[in-house]
């Protein structure tokens, strides 16, 4: 793939210059656990959980003094925290519903507006008994149409222990279930970075061909191979040497000739 470093150079293959396709979320290959709804109830409480306490933290640093720089940086370090969870948890949900709903496993109740940004709906997703509030992506907006539907959410835990009251036991279990889609999630995400540098990489190297400060090699024709010219079997052979040949290669069937040689009879006169 290009890289900005390729700018450098002034010659260029038309198929380097090809646009690649960014991969998608759907492209991650992650394990379908046996207790997945359970991991998902959990997660997606734990994603309200740590978007309240976001939302929390927030309000208090609007409080402290301009001059307390190292609350105003601790509280900042708990934004980040809080923000960051809250997203992955609620990637990872989506991104389970999503496949679910894909296998039939799953169904859209219905859709709700968000109370804050205009233009945007959450899908009401039922697995097993239990509604998710995922966001709607264009896709599944298309795929799966319902009307839009009065849906009262069950309220945010305010502690870990509203959520499960061995905290360490379902944090263990989701720091595990969410292990593997992080590390698939970053590998595409870096590739996509390599997508994306590449493809603006092209696009500034055909403005340069085009003002003619780099030009397109034309692809190479191969020449094909000459072939070698057909020599006869008996050609450049001494007479010697054929006839050699001839006798060794004669099939055992054919024997050689023998001559019988006609014998003489005395005549016998007295008879």
Known sequence: ?????????????EEELAPIKKLDLNDLKVPMPKNLDQLLIWTSELAQYNYAQFLNQSEQLKLVDEDNLEEQAEISQKLRFYRGNALIENQIKDFYLKKLLDQGEATVKGYIKSPTKKNTRYAVIS???????????PEILNKFPA??????????????ADIYPEEAVFLSAI????KPFKEQYK???????????HNTVAHKIYIKIKNKEATLQKPTE??????NPKTTENS???????Q??????????????TVIKKRKFALNKNK
């Open 222 to 227: 191969s020449k094909p191979k000459e072939s």
């Open 147 to 160: 009307d839009l539907i009065n849906f009262v959410q069950k309220e945010t835990p305010k502690t870990l």
């Open 127 to 137: 697995y097993h008994d239990y509604d998710f509030v995922s966001f709607a992506t």
């Open 236 to 242: 450049a052979v001494p007479v010697e040497m054929k």
């Open 187 to 197: 590998k595409l995400a870096d590739k996509n970075r390599e997508i994306k540098e």
């Open 1 to 13: 793939m290009l890289k900005q470093s390729s700018l450098e150079r002034t010659e260029f293959k």
């Open 244 to 257: 050699g040949t001839i006798q060794k290669n004669m099939a055992p069937q054919e024997k050689p000739l």
């Open 175 to 178: 720091k595990k279930f969410i």
